[in-house]
């Protein structure tokens, strides 16, 4: 079970810090994920993390901005977001995915097998 949590409202070029803790099962067993979707768009991909977190992969449209990390004795994921835009308002799921190898990073959603809720992020102008 993943739960998220961190979002809320920001000015454009602030930043947040999102969580992601997971129960129930050790999270170094999977490889972790971040989503987002705005209001009248489909679920996009973010960025996602490898068991160890030796690899990392980021959608363009985050790149330099945003880092993700993990944290496996404390079960937390975390997405580290910076110089926020408008175009970053969106609802943030994190996901995870087991029986992967170690260095093993996915970019779709069907990927993925644990969602946790999601977490609502606005940025003003």
């Known amino acids: 079970q993943l739960q998220a949590f961190g979002g809320g409202l920001v000015q454009a070029g602030g930043s947040l810090r999102l969580s992601c803790a997971a129960s129930?099962?050790?999270?170094?067993?999977?490889?972790m994920g971040w989503f987002r979707q705005a209001p009248g768009k489909e679920r996009g991909f973010v960025a996602s993390?490898?068991?160890?977190?030796?690899?990392?992969k980021y959608a363009d449209s985050v790149k330099g901005r945003f880092t993700i990390s993990r944290d496996n004795a404390r079960n937390t994921a975390y997405l580290q977001m910076n110089s926020l835009k408008p175009e970053d308002t969106a609802v943030y799921y994190c996901?995870?995915?087991?029986?992967?190898?170690?260095?093993?990073?996915?970019?779709?959603?069907?990927?993925?097998?644990?969602w946790g809720q999601g977490t609502q992020v606005t940025v003003s102008s």
């Open positions: 129930g099962r050790a999270s170094s067993n999977y490889v």
């Open positions: 996901t995870g995915r087991g029986y992967t190898s170690l260095s093993s990073t996915y970019v779709s959603p069907t990927d993925y097998t644990v």
């Open positions: 993390i490898s068991r160890r977190g030796y690899t990392t």
